[in-house]
């Protein structure tokens, strides 16, 4: 009993307020930006900063190794962003939440703060920040939960039509809804501050199933399923420079073959089953794109699922 206190105490003493998990795959162009970018954003708070690298082949590991602002996890093989996300909560130690940042970032003076701010209040068990493009566009980062009618709503009209109703759009394209703290299914997974309970209750991401994309859709539902809430604050705001891992056309399969993934994860075999021609009808009527092709022969022909990044077959 007394051991199980000492351990508690030191604990206690130990606990930082953010523990900061990066990403890294050959980011060497973006990821001292975002490192430069912390200190302003983190304020008065107590931070450990990992950098979890994917087995980069371009000089992300000597870039790092220049700096002392971060400890540097070395994966001999790409986890995928889950995989490196479960490994860096493995090494982050005692911390009040943990903060996960793609590395073609830079985060804004005091967003860090604002977003541990927002923790503090109720059930919220997330909180994301309001994300810019690097000439300060408003990038559409709020989601809602995927569904049929909103599957279709994305195929017939994507980006047009933003007046939409929610129903037909998984993306929330008012930009007026931006303005405003609010709760939002899911966010785009670039910036995400998790409280350490909600860490606790959610656990593990699903790296088995989501090598890259829609991970954030599934820890997001995971969250809700706990509890929580998901809170959007558009004070805190990031730069995202976008590019920091790299895209192909492969990614662009792996993102449509991920949204059915994720679908079939939550519902019966039927409702998938229409879901994943909703996705495969969304490709073909962009098919005069050769990576929006690819998507839809990937998509119909589970077969070559396996073969994507990641290698997840089913």
């Excluded at 009040?96 to 860090?112: E, M």
């Excluded at 037909?168 to 394209?173: A, F, K, Q, V, Y």
């Excluded at 699922?305 to 077959?313: C, F, I, M, Q, T």
Aim: with cysteine; net charge positive.
């Amino acid at each position: 009993m007394a051991r199980a206190h000492a351990r508690r105490d030191r604990d206690l003493r130990e606990r930082i307020d953010c523990g900061i998990i990066i990403v890294t795959y050959n980011s060497a162009d973006h990821v001292e930006a975002l490192l430069d970018s912390l200190p302003a954003a983190i304020g008065k708070l107590s931070t450990r900063c990992v950098v979890v690298d994917n087995n980069s082949s371009d000089e992300t590991i000597s870039v790092l190794g220049r700096r002392h602002d971060a400890e540097v996890l070395r994966s001999t093989r790409n986890l995928g962003y889950s995989g490196a996300i479960n490994l860096g909560r493995t090494s982050l130690g005692p911390c009040s939440s943990i903060l996960i940042l793609n590395p073609d970032l830079v985060v804004a003076p005091g967003a860090i703060e604002q977003l541990y701010e927002a923790l503090n209040h109720g059930d919220i068990g997330v909180a994301v920040p309001k994300i810019l493009s690097s000439d300060g566009e408003l990038f559409l980062s709020l989601r809602r939960e995927p569904s049929l009618a909103r599957a279709i709503g994305e195929a017939l009209f994507g980006s047009r039509l933003a007046w939409r109703p929610g129903w037909l759009s998984d993306t929330i394209r008012d930009r007026a809804a931006y303005q405003q703290p609010r709760d939002v299914d899911w966010a785009g997974g670039a910036a995400l501050l998790i409280s350490a309970a909600c860490n606790e209750a959610v656990g593990d991401w699903d790296a088995d199933r989501f090598f890259l994309y829609s991970e954030e859709t599934d820890f997001a539902a995971r969250v809700r399923r706990c509890g929580y809430r998901i809170r959007y604050v558009p004070s805190a705001e990031v730069c995202h420079e976008g590019g920091g891992s790299g895209r192909s056309a492969a990614l662009g399969a792996l993102l449509a073959v991920n949204r059915v993934r994720y679908y079939e994860k939550y519902h019966g075999q039927p409702a998938s089953s229409i879901f994943r021609l909703v996705v495969a009808f969304h490709y073909l009527l962009r098919c005069s794109d050769l990576a929006d092709r690819r998507a839809l022969h990937t998509v119909l022909r589970r077969s070559r699922w396996a073969s994507l990044p990641g290698g997840v077959a089913r």
